[in-house]
């Protein structure tokens, strides 16, 4: 089973930053926090992880709260090309177990809005 | 980034037939390779993990006669769907584990449609 929760859809407007929250209040330690995104009919895509500190690139920040049992994924100025299901995932950094495969949960739908 | 590819995109077959799916790591070596299945409005279910020359690891409830992988080499994996029946109808993701920086990149998906 997943071991996130993240809230079933959201709407955001065109231009705006879509904030998408994340709970994950049973991380151990050395799990990393990531971020995949699918549009429709498409394999998923990565977008960013993180261990502690707040990451931030060329397509979105995330924001881990210190006790690190939630994050917030930023998309600074969603567009119409960001609607897409988005999954937030925590894994260990290696292929040595179980506990190192992305088991995606249901994910958020989110819809950018005109 | 890393590039993964599969073959075909969309698949239609008949009832009873073998279906083969083709993964590869374009620029990239894969020691791991991951099978997803994903039905409409579901999420993405781990089938398997594969490793280059060792026999896959599948998750419980997945048939290994029925689906299977094989890892021969380390840009390539194929998923071979035997004996197809109208339920295994679904969208195949692979995704290619990168071990230096421990990352998974994902296919486009394959679309099996079986009448």
């Known amino acids: 089973d997943a071991k996130t929760t993240q809230p079933t859809s959201m709407d955001c407007a065109e231009g705006r930053a879509a904030n998408l929250p994340c709970n994950h209040s049973?991380?151990?330690?050395?799990?990393?926090v990531y971020w995949y995104r699918q549009i429709h009919s498409q394999g998923p895509q990565y977008i960013i992880h993180?261990?502690?500190n707040n990451e931030t690139n060329e397509m979105a920040s995330l924001i881990i709260t210190e006790d690190r049992k939630s994050s917030t994924l930023i998309l600074p100025h969603a567009t119409l090309r960001d609607t897409a299901v988005y999954y937030c995932?925590?894994?260990?950094?290696?292929?040595?177990?179980?506990?190192?495969?992305?088991?995606f949960g249901k994910g958020t739908k989110l819809s950018v809005k005109p | 980034g890393a590039v993964v590819s599969q073959h075909p995109s969309r698949v239609i077959c008949k009832s009873g037939t073998s279906v083969k799916i083709e993964c590869r790591s374009l620029d990239f070596q894969a020691t791991t390779m991951f099978w997803y299945r994903q039905f409409p409005k579901k999420s993405l279910m781990l089938m398997a993990t594969s490793n280059e020359g060792s026999k896959a690891t599948y998750e419980q409830g997945v048939e290994k006669d029925k689906f299977l992988i094989n890892h021969a080499s380390l840009t390539l994996s194929t998923l071979t769907v035997t004996s197809a029946h109208p339920e295994d109808s679904s969208f195949y993701i692979c995704?290619?584990?990168?071990?230096?920086?421990?990352?998974?990149?994902f296919g486009p998906g394959t679309r099996l449609t079986v009448t």
């Open positions: 995704s290619a584990g990168d071990h230096i920086r421990w990352e998974q990149y």
């Open positions: 993180g261990l502690k």
């Open positions: 049973t991380i151990s330690g050395n799990e990393y």
């Open positions: 995932i925590v894994r260990l950094r290696n292929y040595g177990g179980s506990q190192g495969n992305l088991i």
